[in-house]
């Protein structure tokens, strides 16, 4: 029972470049969530998914798009990365209560 | 959209000491967990308390919804308490989205 993984752990970019960050739950969770965590800051939520096939807007969606195709996978793009996307990203899992949170993956943008 | 403010920001321990962190916020809340982000970045649940008292160990969490705030006690600190704590609340219409706090950053000192 591996939880809530997150590929890959670590990524650099130059301006421009484009990237998928992937995160795999096998708690067979409804709801997943992409969040961007910067420096001496808490977490900020970008996306979310209330189920497969299902995505929403969270606080800080623009310059990111997501799909969740399947229930156990929820995939976070940058199709156009900015120096501003310069964060740590987590992605989490819940049923009814708790989120459960992968270890994260730490983007620079050049 | 609800407020979450932690306090202290900031807290140094002698090992053995006891601390009280604090989570107040602004509105109706359906769910409200306590992390513990170590120095290595992960993110671990310490409760899920929308309401109530909860021990585990020498962590203990009371969160009073009427009054609306949590506090976090911590007895008898050892260093590997250190990194950032955070509170997330879940407001009643927000479709199971966490709001984040911006921490209290515990240095626990041998």
């Known amino acids: 029972n591996a939880g809530v993984t997150q590929t890959p752990k670590f990524r650099v970019l130059k301006t421009g470049q484009s990237m998928t960050l992937l995160c795999a739950q096998d708690m067979n969770h409804e709801y997943m969530y992409w969040y961007r965590q910067d420096p001496g800051m808490g977490l900020r939520l970008i996306h979310y998914?209330?189920?497969?096939?299902?995505?929403a807007k969270g606080e800080v969606p623009d310059g990111y798009n997501v799909s969740r195709l399947k229930k156990q996978n929820f995939l976070l793009g940058l199709e156009s990365a900015a120096p501003s996307q310069t964060s740590v990203y987590f992605c989490?899992?819940?049923?009814?209560?708790?989120?459960?949170f992968g270890p994260g993956t730490r983007l620079t943008v050049l | 959209g609800i407020q979450v403010e932690q306090s202290p920001p900031d807290l140094i321990l002698q090992e053995g000491a006891n601390s009280t962190l604090r989570c107040n916020f602004s509105d109706s809340v359906n769910n409200l967990q306590w992390f513990h982000q170590n120095p290595w970045g992960q993110l671990i649940n310490l409760f899920y308390i929308p309401s109530g008292t909860k021990q585990n160990g020498r962590l203990s969490a009371t969160t009073v919804a009427t009054e609306r705030y949590s506090l976090l006690y911590i007895s008898s600190s050892q260093t590997t308490d250190s990194g950032v704590y955070f509170c997330?609340?879940?407001?009643?219409?927000?479709?199971?989205?966490?709001?984040f706090g911006s921490g209290t950053r515990l240095l626990v000192r041998p």
């Open positions: 997330a609340v879940e407001q009643m219409d927000s479709s199971y989205k966490l709001i």
């Open positions: 998914s209330v189920g497969e096939g299902t995505t």
């Open positions: 989490a899992s819940s049923g009814y209560n708790e989120q459960f």
